[in-house]
């Protein structure tokens, strides 16, 4: 997992492969961290995360958006999920999950919205 695009305006993070035990912990530092940083800027910020390329994600990584979503939103910001698998999709919906973040139908739509 690595963070492409850093931009005044919204932050691109680009998860691949198995978002699960240890993977989450790692992304759940990435993420508070660069929170953080926004925050010290006084931005408001914009998570998008491409998933297209997310294999698999338990309920740790779950749990890593969940609490990065309600951070993002009591600071102004929004987060966008795009390009969830179906798996990933289904587990959302099931947990009644999915009025926690935008699901833009594609990544240009989402960058469009943030800027």
Known sequence: MQVNIQNKNFTLLEIQGRVIGQDALVLKTMLEEHIQELEAQG?????????SKAQTMDSAGLGVLITTSTQIRQNGGQTMLVNV????????????LTSLFDFPKNLTEAITSAL
């Not at 931005?43 to 998933?51: R, S």
């Open 43 to 51: 931005g408001t910020p914009t998570l998008i995360v491409d998933m």
């Open 85 to 96: 698998n179906k798996g990933i999709k289904r587990m959302m919906i099931r947990t009644n």
